[in-house]
């Protein structure tokens, strides 16, 4: 709605009225979660004078009826030095008798104020246990490590995990004990390095990342990673494919398209074409014989054939209800190919769907899988009929899909923790990217706050 006034939603009354008392007594120390809006959880810890959402935006006052808290910002004051005047409110109110209670959120800034109601329930683990049939083997956090982790590829003993400052190469030979060969940093610190695929060609080993522009890094010797060259293109994520004896890397870019090129010689890479989704971005792909499985953001998913990659192909779309198209893999059941694809925003989960040009049912969802909508989902990978996912806050997941129509359940690990103080708070925080060594049974996960983890897989 308009913001008209400085003060306007500087006073509790502004947000409706509130079921007086239901807070005497109540000791809302703890994490939460909303389970009506994308906003992560919650942390209120005892603080001076009241409680401390800490996140930064400050106290709370306590009383019988509320927790209420409103700040007003000029540009460059403190505590947030700002481009721009805000205004931030937040009221805690309505316990009820299950526990829960109502969360309002108001954000003003230019001429526009958001405002917001969730209901808030205490944060726990969806599962009944902490895990189930994956256990942890390992795990990397050096303390230089201080922002996000988000993605991990395995190569023989070298995992090579992209986080928030470039690239690194981590021995896990010995996976109860990982360590830090080598770091790659990011070309510019401004922008973010944010998937990594692996390749080896001419018997040379290649990192390539999605980044603006798009690095190469000879990988060889992984205690010494050398430059090998960058690519005028701007990727959020990318793909490699080897097909007769020629590599090709496929680029999810921030355009909303999806280039092609032959990096067979890294050192004269060739742009072979390209597919304009006309999306916001192209924010995931899987490649298989050719066929790319695009996830087109607001354009929904998209199956096109790259064999031509001068002339490519639309060969069917698939939008889910979210808009929000964000990560698939692909694999054949019964000579049949599905996909598996999820969404990242509320109510985001795994949808399985007929991606065989062949089938009556190509492009529809033949089945689905939530944990719950509150939670978000990332991303997928796979052998044979059974895929591997993150699941944000839910942990690593693995799901049968011998029958489409009814995935089941193999094994979950729960790497995030409600009553750990540094878990992250964030909607997009935990368990993130992840890879597999099928023949060691073990699965390398990115998490956002607890960097590396090596999970032992006995699904």
Not at 73 to 89: H, I, Y
Not at 169 to 189: G, T
Not at 345 to 365: E, N, R, W
Request: glycine share 8%; net charge negative.
């Amino acid at each position: 709605m308009p913001w008209t006034s400085i003060d306007q939603f500087s006073r509790s009354s502004e947000l409706g009225s509130i079921v007086a008392y239901t807070l005497d007594g109540f000791d809302p120390v703890g994490r939460w979660y909303f389970t009506g809006l994308a906003l992560g959880s919650m942390r209120l810890s005892p603080a001076e004078g009241g409680f401390e959402i800490q996140d930064g935006r400050g106290l709370l006052a306590p009383s019988a009826s509320e927790l209420f808290f409103t700040i007003f910002v000029k540009p460059g004051e403190l505590p947030t030095p700002s481009a721009k005047t805000f205004r931030v409110t937040h009221r805690i109110s309505n316990l009820r008798d299950d526990g829960s209670l109502r969360y309002d959120r108001v954000f003003c800034e230019d001429k526009t104020c958001d405002i917001c109601t969730a209901r808030m329930i205490r944060a726990e683990r969806h599962d009944p246990k902490d895990s189930d049939k994956l256990s942890l083997v390992g795990a990397l956090n050096p303390t230089e490590w201080k922002n996000y982790t988000l993605d991990v590829k395995v190569l023989g003993t070298t995992a090579y995990v992209i986080r928030d400052g470039g690239l690194w190469s981590i021995d896990v030979a010995d996976a109860a004990n990982p360590r830090v060969l080598a770091h790659y940093p990011d070309a510019d610190p401004l922008t973010r390095s944010n998937d990594v695929a692996i390749f080896e060609t001419a018997g040379r080993r290649y990192a390539i990342i999605a980044d603006s522009p798009v690095e190469l890094v000879d990988v060889t010797d992984p205690t010494n990673l050398q430059p090998a060259g960058q690519l005028p293109v701007e990727a959020h994520t990318l793909f490699t494919e080897t097909r007769n004896g020629s590599t090709r890397v496929y680029f999810g870019g921030l355009d909303g398209t999806t280039a092609v090129y032959d990096v067979t010689n890294p050192l004269l890479p060739a742009r072979l074409g390209a597919f304009d989704a006309e999306s916001s971005y192209v924010h995931d792909l899987f490649v298989e014989a050719g066929i790319g499985y695009l996830n087109a953001w607001e354009k929904g998913f998209l199956v096109v054939d790259f064999n031509d990659p001068a002339q490519p192909k639309l060969l069917g779309q698939w939008q889910s209800p979210r808009k929000q198209s964000h990560a698939s893999w692909v694999t054949t059941v019964g000579g049949r190919r599905i996909a598996v694809h999820g969404d990242e925003t509320y109510g985001a989960h795994m949808t399985v769907l007929d991606v065989d040009p062949a089938s009556p049912q190509f492009m529809k969802p033949l089945s689905e899988y939530e944990t719950r909508p509150y939670v978000s989902i990332h991303n997928f990978t796979g052998v044979g009929t059974k895929t591997y996912f993150t699941y944000y806050q839910d942990g690593v997941r693995v799901m049968d899909l011998a029958n489409p129509a009814q995935p089941t359940l193999l094994g979950y690990y729960n790497t995030w923790d409600p009553d750990n103080p540094l878990a992250p708070d964030g909607f997009f925080g935990g368990a993130i990217g992840l890879d597999l060594d099928v023949a060691r049974k073990l699965i390398f996960v990115a998490d956002t706050a607890r960097g590396l983890l090596i999970l032992r897989d006995d699904t």
